[in-house]
Nanobody, 116 residues
Framework: QVQLVESGGGLVQPGGSLRLSCAAS????????MSWYRQAPGKERELVAV????????NYADSVKGRFTISRDNAKNTVYLQMNSLKPEDTAVYYC?????????WGQGTQVTVSS
């Protein structure tokens, strides 16, 4: 049974930091590229960051470049999103996504709220 379980969301003040984690099971984690998406109320889901399966090359949305860092630990079947200098516009539900060719899986999401 495939599972992607996100954690680490919460309420943080502008300028603060959070670290999201996504624990994977039920598939060959190190064969999949991993991504973080987010969806704010009334908006479409958007790609935030992606990391390749083995080499670990990362790419980011322009809106988070220089503030967010995606990483993965293939030994722990976990992908992370370190979020620094958070802004109110980063408020959204953050989703973990695994993809390999036509196969893809989603987590249930974790809420991140940036507010004073």
């Amino acid at each position: 049974q495939v599972q992607l379980v996100e954690s680490g969301g919460g309420l943080v003040q502008p300028g603060g930091s959070l670290r999201l984690s996504c624990a994977a099971s039920g598939f060959t984690f190190n064969s999949y590229a991993m991504s973080w998406y987010r969806q704010a109320p009334g908006k479409e889901r958007e790609l935030v960051a992606v990391i390749t399966s083995v080499a670990g090359f990362a790419n980011y949305a322009d809106s988070v470049k220089g503030r967010f860092t995606i990483s993965r630990d293939n030994a722990k079947n976990t992908v992370y999103l370190q979020m620094n200098s958070l802004k109110p516009e980063d408020t959204a539900v953050y989703y973990c996504h695994a993809v390999r060719w036509s196969s893809g899986y989603w987590g249930q999401g974790t809420q991140v709220t940036v507010s004073s």
